[in-house]
């Protein structure tokens, strides 16, 4: 028997004029589906009365990971018809269900139906796979090349779908990289391939090479949403936040509106720690969709990081009964236990990030700080620094693990260990303004009196650095006062009083300051004139 080319036989029962809106509607749908404008795809492709849109429809559901509707519209594909692409559309449907044996089987026939020469088909029984979660692509890679073969040349598309398989083997990277590249060399603009060598690096960690592959998708197709959110999530993954921020909101804004982009847009505030306005995304999603758990989860979790402890405890506790036990993950243990640390159920908390510790092994080391942090928050402050000194002796680069011990020990009292640490971090780090107000605080503890002026070098040195009121005024006001009060107690009111008056300019309201500047400034009451006898 021969068949007609699937397309003309799909439709060979429509009006011309049908044909025309019909193919329009699903060629319209099929880059909604590149550009995951999922509904919008929906929408063009209606209930998929035609086998095309059926098949659409099936695909659409596959890439959304509904695997039960997208058997089913590959089926209602199928049934339209005796064609290679009838074979294709059941193969899909077997390929969605896991059934991978039964689907070779359509495969194999609907390629020997068309004797191995329709290039169409050898390319669908290719994408069939690309688009599946199946890791068995022999046979596809087969096919492809094939397909390939009956060019004169590289088929861009034939050579982005064998690098989609080639991506979805542990150590195809190799592989997948050369196909995109002649992709590239085949038709210079197509933006699928670069898009991909996008994604691509970004899994080799070649960040410089992602950004690169982004930009040019971009460059190409500036509606091409989901660039921008690869884009975005590598920004952050190389810690620059703000560009982050920024080319996600690129993506919110491109992308279709719906709760999903929301929840995506919600999830990125809070990983880029803008934790408010994280929380006001959050709320208004909850508005239309109560039961969306991520969102309830990324609630509490913005909730403690706003500092609302008490509410976030109430939204976690809801969520943990809305989710089952073995659903929770490990961040949800962590969060739950800073937030009864906080509450004041100090062993509950220790408990429970012990229990993520338990649970996951794998972040042992990345969870001993939140553990630490619980030590801190209960006061349990030789725990902490016992935590803390384990974590800094496994990574002794980091500095941040030093200043959480120094803290510690200075919570602790031991203002001699904490002096000696913020010497350390000083000296490694000479422009971390912080560290020279923590260290000063710890001197002003050795030297209580402020007779000896311990802190006095390290006070002098942040004023020195810290020269910005917006964010460094209480930090400058707490300086100024200590030197203030230095001098005066020595009893050298001029070198005193300049600091006071800069401690008044920056905090008016201080009532400690303007007492000390009326001290300093009031005139001695004038001698009583001695009477001569």
Known sequence: MKFKPWKLSLLVALSVSTTAAVAQNVAGAQKAIELERYSDARRQLGQGQTPEAAFELGRLYQKMEKPDSAAYFFTQSASASKSPQSLIATGRAFLAQGKNAEAQIQFDQAVKATKSKDKETLIQVGQAYAESGSKDNGKALEYLTLANKLNKKDDPRIMNLIGDIYLKQDNG?????????????????????????????????????????????????????????????????????????????????????????????????????????????????????????TMNRLQAYSLYETGKNEEALAAMDAYMKMVPADKLITEDYVYYGKMLAKAGRTQEGIATIEKAIKNDPTKADELQGDLAQAYLASKNYPMAIKTYSAIAKKNPETLTNKVYLARAYEFNKQYAQADSLYGVITTAKPDYIPGYL???????????????????????????????????????????????????????KAASLPYWQAAKTLDPADGQVTTAINEITRKAPAKAPVKRK
């Open 438 to 492: 923590m260290r000063a605080r710890a001197n002003a503890n050795l030297d209580p009196d402020s007779k000896q002026g311990a802190a006095k070098p390290y006070y002098e040195k942040y004023l020195e650095l810290a020269n910005d009121p917006t964010k460094y005024k209480d930090g400058m006001v707490e300086a100024n006062k200590y030197l203030g009060y230095y001098y005066y107690q020595k009893g050298d």
């Open 173 to 293: 990277g190799g592989e997948a990289m050369n196909s995109y590249e002649r992709a590239i060399l085949a038709d210079p603009n197509n933006v699928t391939a670069y898009y991909r060598k996008g994604q691509l690096n970004v899994r080799s960690r070649n960040y410089n090479g992602a950004r690169d592959a982004f930009q040019k998708t971009t460059i190409l197709d500036p509606n091409f949403a989901p660039a921008y959110r690869e884009l975005g999530e590598m920004y952050y993954f190389v810690g620059k936040y703000d560009d982050a921020l920024s080319t996600f909101q690129k993506y919110r804004d491109m992308a279709e509106n719906t709760p999903s982009t929301q929840a995506k847009y919600a999830s990125f505030l809070f990983l880029t720690k803008k934790y408010p306005e994280a929380l006001t995304e959050v709320q208004t999603i909850l508005q239309r969709d109560p039961k969306n758990v």
